[in-house]
């Protein structure tokens, strides 16, 4: 289980998720044995953990508490994470500390871009806290960590995975023109949970962004995920299978929500492989080119072998080789 106090400087501590101190403790429900995972303790893990923080990086994989560390590390995957550690939402599932951001480090674009070649990437995730306190929502940095990244490493595929940019004009747009090769912006839940798990988010909003990345650029491989077991209902799902290809998204990644601490929204089921199993079946008849449906699933796992099969599989929809 992850810790609820950060420590940030010698023996000072804040609060990891004050919005969420207030709230009772509910049991942490022992996990099933099909998605527990080992300790990270290989060599592969500990470079990339050097090449992480020597270049003052922050990742997803850290700060979310993914199960996946250890194997994706240990072959030199990483999703980094840019515009510092701190959210300015607080969300009921994330693990990310909440609270006032630091101001943006303009080395980090160079500094990922550096880290990027270093590590000898074919394909790079880039992901995000939410920055509602910045006029584009952290727009141009993604912009500008993209450029870097083509700069210093132009045949690696690089793959985005953004917050809403609600309520910024602009925003997307300056995004998308970065041309990212894959644009990633996940659900998280089905719209009936969005009041207790995504309180800062709006569903629709999000079905729209989506949306308008494929106005924006037709051939942009587009991307969402959810969690399972946060309460929801198998129809909520399948509706919002229907939704994301209303937005004619292209992959979709369905994982196991897994609490982080006693203070975040509680386990509500474990669903069972075959349950997954059974969402990815009606995926793809619902028409997404990628489905990618597991307990240990997560937006970013397996992200480079996944965008080549990605593409291989608009290549066969089109009649044209991959």
């Not at 990483?78 to 300015?88: D, K, N, P, V």
């Not at 909520?236 to 990644?253: G, S």
Request: aromatic content about 6%; charged content about 25%; some cysteine.
């Amino acid at each position: 289980m992850v810790t609820v106090v950060d420590t940030v400087s010698g023996n000072a501590k804040r609060v990891r998720h004050p919005e969420k101190a207030h709230r009772p403790d509910t049991e942490i429900q022992r996990k099933p044995d099909w998605i527990r995972v080992k300790a990270p303790t290989s060599k592969g893990y500990l470079e990339t953990k050097d090449i992480v923080k020597s270049n003052n990086l922050v990742t997803v994989c850290e700060e979310a508490g993914c199960p996946n560390i250890g194997g994706c590390w240990q072959q030199k995957h990483a999703s980094f994470m840019i515009m510092g550690e701190i959210c300015t939402r607080a969300c009921a599932f994330c693990n990310v500390s909440t609270g006032r951001p630091t101001a943006l480090d303009d080395n980090e674009p160079e500094n990922v871009a550096k880290a990027v070649f270093q590590m000898g990437l074919k394909h790079v995730v880039i992901t995000s806290v939410d920055r509602d306190d910045l006029d584009d929502g952290g727009a141009q940095h993604f912009y500008d960590t993209i450029l870097s990244i083509r700069e210093a490493s132009p045949h690696t595929t690089v793959e985005i995975l953004t917050p809403d940019f609600l309520r910024k004009p602009g925003a997307l747009e300056k995004v998308v023109s970065a041309r990212p090769d894959v644009f990633n912006h996940n659900l998280e839940t089905v719209p009936s949970n969005y009041l207790t798990v995504r309180p800062g988010a709006r569903y629709f909003h999000s079905i729209r962004l989506l949306q308008r990345v494929k106005e924006l650029d037709p051939d942009m491989f587009t991307k969402s995920g959810i969690m399972v077991g946060l309460g929801e209902e198998r129809n909520e799902v399948l509706q919002l299978m229907d939704d994301l290809r209303v937005a004619d998204v292209d992959f979709l990644t369905i994982g196991q929500y897994l609490q982080p601490t006693r203070k975040h929204h509680k386990v509500m089921k474990f669903v069972t492989p075959d349950e997954f199993k059974a969402y990815e079946t009606i995926a793809y008849s619902k028409g997404f080119l990628m489905v990618s449906a597991s307990p240990l699933t997560r937006s970013s796992h397996h992200a480079g072998d996944d965008f080549a099969k990605l593409q291989a599989a608009r290549a066969a929809r089109n009649g044209l080789k991959a």
